[in-house]
């Protein structure tokens, strides 16, 4: 996510290290070379003129801060304002209805039907929400049909009504099913359009005034830059919606569409879009995503998400097993499902403070844990839950059987082995002794 921003917002920091204090001359160079990459970023050059001035004007009247070394101030100056521009604090949504009903907009291709789903899984998974999904697509049977796929894979109902080509009758109905079924949030996916047209602003502005939403969402594909900014500008002209999903953050975004849409149209940046996987959304925290962007990485985020794929019933039954030295291969799986949930590894590696500067280059399969779930897959039950088992001709037979070596599965013997032996340890009153360690 916004490497290339990162990059060079991180060279032109560093052109103040070294420096003993703040002059106008070295502030005025640094800040040239943050315009530059904002301005690479696409973002818009009013906004990047304006931020810049601002950072100027702070970082002249610090001089009192003279303990601060003069590179960490202007990150932190930079770091302010850059949260400030994407919205200060996280908007959550107003779910105060009953039910609740969201609307969603955008253009066809934005990402509106998988961000329907995305968010109808994540209510659903707050335990106290039982949404429902709203087909309002009259001109793509198949968008209707893709909703349907998304709602039986998260297991949620999704009400459609195919024929029908009045979209605001059928969102009116959805609403009405929703009361009947005791559906408490509604969330209406509508049709979009390859570019702007006054027929799709019309189609929607009705089914908006019609409907009275709590929540209208639009939802716009980050890779669009510029573009994003624009489309922005004329959604909210007509629904002067509440909120901003920017999808598509995990490609090779460039970040001018999350730093400018906020300040374009007023309005916050409610979620983002991090895959094609349902797992894939994120709350949007301004001062989350300035570390992201200054590659101080974001490690709240990342134990959020751990903690959102964490069952306690399933926690503390793999502690016993830990505890009673029952701890298999099968167990191992189960985690590395877990792990994959949290979302892609380059991604989750952004997460590390210093980590995605460093893994730039460095090519991680999507699915890194292929190799090593063949292996399990090829051992049998008694191999899972009891390695020792596992000899010489087995470990060929394994290898053969997920086509991998028996040397790749000495390694993940031996890596599995050391791994029982920590949490084996951790158990034990030695953890504690071992951060200690860790930490000296
Ligand atoms: P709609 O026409 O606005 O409903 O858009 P879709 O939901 O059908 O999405 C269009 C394409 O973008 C699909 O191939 C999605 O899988 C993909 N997509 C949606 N959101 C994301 C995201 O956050 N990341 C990535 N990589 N792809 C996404």
């Known amino acids: 996510m916004f490497n290339n921003l990162s990059e060079k917002l991180d060279k032109a920091l560093h052109v ?79 779910l105060s209805g009953n039910p609740s009903v969201i609307l969603m907009s955008g253009l066809q291709g934005s990402g509106k039907t998988t961000f329907s789903g995305k968010l109808a899984n994540y209510l659903k998974n707050k335990k106290t929400k039982k949404p429902l999904l709203v087909a309002c697509d009259v001109y793509r049977p198949a968008a209707v049909d893709q909703l349907h796929v998304v709602g039986d894979q998260i297991k949620v109902d999704v009400y459609s009504d195919k024929g029908n080509t009045d979209p605001v009758a059928i969102a009116k109905a959805g609403i009405a099913h929703a009361k009947a079924n005791g559906h408490n949030v509604v969330i209406i996916d509508t049709a979009g359009r390859l570019a702007i047209d006054e027929a799709m602003m019309k189609e929607i502005s009705n089914i908006h005034a019609a409907i009275q939403p709590q929540e209208t969402l639009f939802v716009v594909d980050a890779m669009t830059g510029q573009d994003a900014v624009n489309t922005a500008k004329a959604f909210n002209d007509v629904l002067n919606f509440d909120g901003v999903i920017l999808t598509k953050l995990d490609g090779d975004t460039r970040g001018g569409a999350a730093i400018s849409i906020k300040s374009v149209v007023n309005k916050p940046i409610k979620f983002i879009g991090t895959g094609e996987k349902m797992e894939a959304i994120d709350v949007f925290y301004p ?139 951790m158990q034990g009153g030695k953890g504690k002794a071992m951060m200690q360690a860790m930490k000296n």
């Open 287 to 425: 001062s989350r995503m300035a570390d992201r962007i200054l590659g101080m990485g974001d490690v709240i985020s990342l134990v959020e998400r751990a903690q959102e794929q964490f069952d306690e019933e399933e926690a503390r039954k793999l502690q016993k097993k830990i505890a009673k030295n029952q701890f298999g291969f099968d167990d191992f799986l189960t985690q590395i499902q877990q792990i994959k949930k949290m979302g892609n590894m380059k991604d989750l590696m952004g997460m590390i403070p210093g980590a995605g500067k460093m893994m730039k280059d460095i090519d991680i399969d999507d699915d890194a844990f292929k190799g090593i779930e063949a292996i399990i897959h090829s051992m049998t039950p008694l191999e899972r839950t009891n390695p020792s088992v596992i000899n010489a001709n087995r470990k060929k037979r394994i290898g053969k059987g997920s086509g991998t070596s028996v040397q790749e599965v000495n390694q993940l013997l031996k890596q599995f082995d050391q791994m029982s032996k920590m949490m084996k340890m």
């Open 16 to 94: 103040l290290k070294g420096h003993g204090s703040i002059t106008e001359v070295n502030v005025a160079e640094t800040l040239k070379e943050v315009r530059r990459a904002l301005l690479d970023a696409d973002v818009n050059f009013k906004i990047a003129k304006e931020f810049t001035n601002t950072v100027k004007e702070k970082a002249l009247g610090q001089d009192v801060l003279t303990t601060l070394q003069p590179g960490q101030l202007m990150v932190k100056l930079v770091k302010d304002e850059l949260t400030e521009l994407m919205g200060g604090d996280a908007e959550g949504l107003n």
